[in-house]
């Protein structure tokens, strides 16, 4: 057994600014069962979902319409929120979701404090809704997993709505991108291969 002190269980680069009692990560947003969820969307026409994972985990699967930042490792979420971008959001309610809900313990409380006024995080994250609702709620495609399996869905019935980053075939399998000097994971299907440079070396490499 090896135990091991860290600032942060999950590392948004902001280990200071967090402060947990008994209860958990305090400030955070306020915490919704898959139902309330839906309660929540029935009684009200602005709210926006808000990916707390790692961009290329959206790729294969999301909530419908969510905003989806810009982040290639959770370290990048506080950047992208003090980037502006996100500001027109400040006054609408905002779900906060990500694959258990444990990132989404921290970055609801990075986001009530530079002002969101209205945040709110799906409670047991999208493997909760999903054990929920399967495929006929609002969650649409598959869900990476950080596991042998790389992706798993709610159902024989799921969505697929990754696109190949080779030939644009619809697709949820994940392979590591080629590019000699990049970590990211890219959706490639198995007639492509193996092989295949991530959307932003693409895009590099193009130039």
């Known amino acids: 057994l090896s135990v091991k002190v860290r600032d942060e269980i999950v590392s948004f680069g902001a280990p200071d600014e967090l402060a947990v009692d008994d209860s958990g990560v305090v400030g955070g947003g306020t915490h919704l069962k898959p139902g309330e969820l839906h309660k929540l969307l029935a009684e009200r026409d602005d709210v926006v979902f808000f990916d707390g ?3 290329f985990e959206a790729e294969i699967g999301r909530f419908k319409n969510a905003v989806v930042p810009n982040t290639d490792t959770t370290r990048d979420f506080v950047a992208e929120l003090e980037s502006g971008r996100y500001d027109h959001l400040k006054d609408k309610p905002v779900v906060t979701y990500c694959t258990g809900g444990i990132r989404c313990e921290v970055l609801s409380s990075l986001m009530t404090s530079r002002g969101f006024g209205e945040v709110y995080q799906l409670d047991g994250g999208i493997v909760r ?4 609702f399967g495929n006929t709620g609002l969650w649409e495609g598959s869900l990476y997993v950080f596991d042998g399996r790389e992706t798993m869905t709610f159902g024989d019935d799921a ?3 990754g ?4 030939c644009d075939s619809p697709t949820d399998r994940m392979v ?9 994971r890219t959706v ?4 492509c291969g193996d092989r295949a440079i991530c959307r932003t070396h693409a895009t ?3 130039r």
């Open 53 to 55: 994972r790692n961009a």
């Open 129 to 132: 809704y999903g054990e929920t």
């Open 159 to 161: 969505a697929v709505i």
């Open 163 to 166: 696109r190949c980053a080779s």
């Open 176 to 184: 590591n991108c080629a590019h000699a000097s990049c970590a990211s």
């Open 188 to 191: 490639l299907c198995e007639s």
């Open 204 to 206: 590099t490499d193009a």
